[in-house]
């Protein structure tokens, strides 16, 4: 029984450290997220979001690293959030530049993070059809619904159980995305055939 003050002593030490790099992790994960968001609107404002994803790879980085020797906090949602919201907005920039996709390796973030943020790209990629749309620019739009769909296919690849990788949502709402997409565009290309049969009379 002597032993149990220097035990508590070791235990306590031990979830100190725990406990602060969990406040630190936690607001490092909310920073990557809120820089890739800022990326995001920035890439669809057309300008250049590379120093702001730089700044969130920098950031990512940082946060795997102090919370890598405690797998418990590293597992527990918030730095895997980070990860997605990162993976998210590099695709979304390789896409638009059309440049090669990144791999999960070379982000740094895991398959799961990687595979759901690429969930997230569809809706990204939808704003960007509707704006040529809206722009008159039916051949952008079309060759963006068919990178939506390139997307789609890749995502339906991947059926596994919720516990293993929330896809199964991502799926869902893609699919909704896709079909409202497709719509959209196949009136836009009706509409803009109309109007230029109309110029020839």
Do not use: W
């Amino acid at each position: 029984m002597e032993q149990l003050e220097k035990i508590a002593d070791t235990i306590e030490q031990n979830l100190d450290e725990k406990d602060a790099v969990r406040e630190v992790a936690l607001k490092s994960s909310r920073t990557v997220v809120r820089l890739c968001g800022n990326a995001v609107r920035t890439i669809h404002k057309g300008l250049d979001a590379s120093p702001t994803i730089d700044e969130a790879m920098e950031e990512l980085q940082k946060l795997t690293s102090i919370t890598r020797d405690f797998p418990d906090i590293k597992h527990s949602g918030f730095v895997e959030s980070a990860m997605q919201e990162y993976a998210e907005a590099k695709l979304f920039q390789s896409i638009l530049a059309e440049q090669e996709l990144p791999t999960p390796e070379s982000l740094g973030v895991t398959p799961e993070a990687y595979l759901l943020g690429m969930g997230d790209i569809i809706g990204e990629i939808r704003r960007q059809t509707l704006d040529h749309i809206r722009r008159g620019e039916v051949e952008k739009a079309s060759g963006y619904l068919e990178i939506m769909e390139l997307l789609y296919e890749f995502l339906m690849r991947f059926h596994y159980p919720s516990s293993l990788v929330a896809i199964k949502r991502k799926q869902d709402i893609a699919r909704g995305v896709l079909e409202k997409t497709r719509g959209e565009v196949a009136v836009a290309v009706r509409t803009h055939s109309l109007e230029s049969n109309l110029k020839d009379l």
